[in-house]
């Protein structure tokens, strides 16, 4: 079984990545070089069914772009304050959840929205926007955490770090795969299911490798975080929908504000747990967090359009 130190964990590991407790030199060499691929191609994908147009839509929707970009950093934090409350977590797992909560939306929303044939433009939209303003609103709501928990947690966020994500991982897959609909549409829609089919099956495989590599760590840690994670994803996702009703949306946009509320984006989380805070119990839970997100997703994904065809 691998074992830690504390070289294996470097600004470099956790650039892209949900993950960043792989040690071993092999593991964690392959997880940093695939996970960029992997969510390239599942973006690209993505991008491949989006045209100007979409975009064009989610501009004559500005209340659903406020709520969605503002609303979860004013529903977000109580709900993980409550559940700390509940489930009475350790320290670190605690300091995990209040990172997990203050960090941007998780790119991987936009596959989730496009999965659920959702609104994927105005996911990608919010994505975009969010981690614009994170350099703003992660500072505010540790400051927010701070004053309601009596501790200090030194939350901030890496400009460098958001504006890679941001560019790379989400502005060049996306415009790439719309420029090959725009120019070669049939290659668009013949390759658009094999690029999606490969970045989410290495997604899973990658997974399970972290999974087995660091099986004794998360074997300890499942029984106390996995319950508060799941209740923050389901309670999120909930807030989501409520928010997106109350403003009356539509099906498919209403879904991706549930979406967005769930989906944080832990790569930031960890990146300011290892590097910036140089605490990476704080990590595990983002890690966890993220095996928790994928299978509720997954399964409010496969809830919402079996109602849409009924």
């Known amino acids: 079984m691998c074992r830690k130190t504390g070289a294996d964990y470097t600004e470099s590991a956790i650039l892209w990545p949900r993950l960043a407790v792989v040690p071993c030199s092999r593991v964690k060499t392959f997880v940093d070089v695939t996970i960029p691929i992997v969510t390239f191609l599942i973006l690209a994908g993505v991008g ?10 989610v501009r004559r929707q500005p209340l659903t772009m406020a709520t969605g970009l503002f609303a979860p950093l004013i529903v977000l934090p109580p709900i993980a304050l409550s ?3 509940v489930f009475e977590p350790s320290a670190e ?9 203050a960090c941007p939306i998780g790119g991987i929303s936009n596959f989730y929205s496009y999965l659920a044939r959702a609104s994927t433009a105005l996911s990608v939209t919010l994505t975009g926007l969010s981690s614009l303003l994170a350099v703003v609103t992660i500072p505010a709501l540790d400051r927010t955490f701070e004053l309601a928990l009596g501790r200090p947690f030194g939350f901030s966020a890496p400009a460098g770090l958001l504006i890679a994500q941001l560019l790379l991982m989400l502005a060049l897959p996306i415009g790439l795969g719309m420029w090959v609909r725009r120019h070669w549409p049939h290659v668009a829609d013949e390759r658009r299911p094999l690029l999606q089919r490969v970045g989410f099956g290495a997604l899973g495989a990658l997974i399970a490798i972290v999974i087995w590599s660091e099986a004794d760590r998360f074997a300890t840690g499942l029984s106390r975080t996995v319950p508060l994670a799941a209740a923050f994803v389901v309670m999120s996702l909930a807030a989501g929908w409520t928010v997106g009703g109350t403003i009356r949306s539509s099906a498919p946009d209403r879904f991706t504000l549930a979406a967005e509320f769930g989906t944080r984006n832990v790569a930031i989380a960890s990146a300011i747990a290892v590097t910036l805070l140089g605490r990476i119990e704080f990590a595990v839970f983002a890690t966890i967090y993220f ?8 399964a409010a994904i496969a809830l919402f359009r079996s109602r849409r065809r009924q």
Do not use: C, N, W
Request: without cysteine.
């Open 48 to 57: 491949m069914d989006l045209t100007a147009r979409d975009f064009a839509r």
């Open 93 to 101: 797992v605690e300091a995990g959840l209040m990172l997990v909560a």
């Open 291 to 298: 095996l928790t997100e994928v299978p509720i997703m997954l």
């Open 83 to 85: 559940l700390t409350r």
